[in-house]
């Protein structure tokens, strides 16, 4: 089994900063892609941000410029840089990866269990 578990989650000011971090632990064989997803009230879960083994990233329009995703592949650790944060960033804010668990088998994606992100204006 895989875990995820997600760390960082917090209230904050309009214009405030928040990191959140992500770490993945059980059988881990690599880890492919892996992204932060946010639900809002009342809204559908989206993409905030993702990044791919080799580096490459891709935001949503509406945090581009603003957040910045990384990872540590030795930790199997993933993080969200959150600057200039807005009142309608408030969500609850999710990690996902593609994990294998083993040598030649297939992957699967993996959720935490979300964290809550409240900006206040």
């Known amino acids: 089994q895989v875990q995820l578990v997600e760390f960082g989650g917090g209230l904050v000011h309009s214009g405030g900063s928040l990191n959140l971090s992500c770490t993945a632990s059980?059988?881990?064989?690599?880890?492919?892609?892996m992204g932060w997803y946010r639900q809002g009230p009342g809204k559908q879960r989206e993409l905030v941000a993702a990044i791919a083994p080799g580096g490459d990233t891709r935001y949503s329009d509406s945090v581009k410029g603003r957040f910045t995703i990384s990872r540590d592949h030795a930790k199997n650790t993933m993080a969200l840089l959150m600057n200039n944060l807005k009142p309608e960033d408030t969500a609850v804010y999710y990690c996902?990866?593609?994990?294998?668990?083993?040598?030649?088998?297939?992957?699967?994606?993996?959720w935490g269990q979300g964290t809550q992100v409240t900006v206040s204006s």
């Open positions: 059980g059988s881990i064989f690599s880890i492919a892609k």
């Open positions: 996902a990866a593609d994990v294998t668990s083993g040598y030649g088998l297939g992957s699967s994606e993996y």
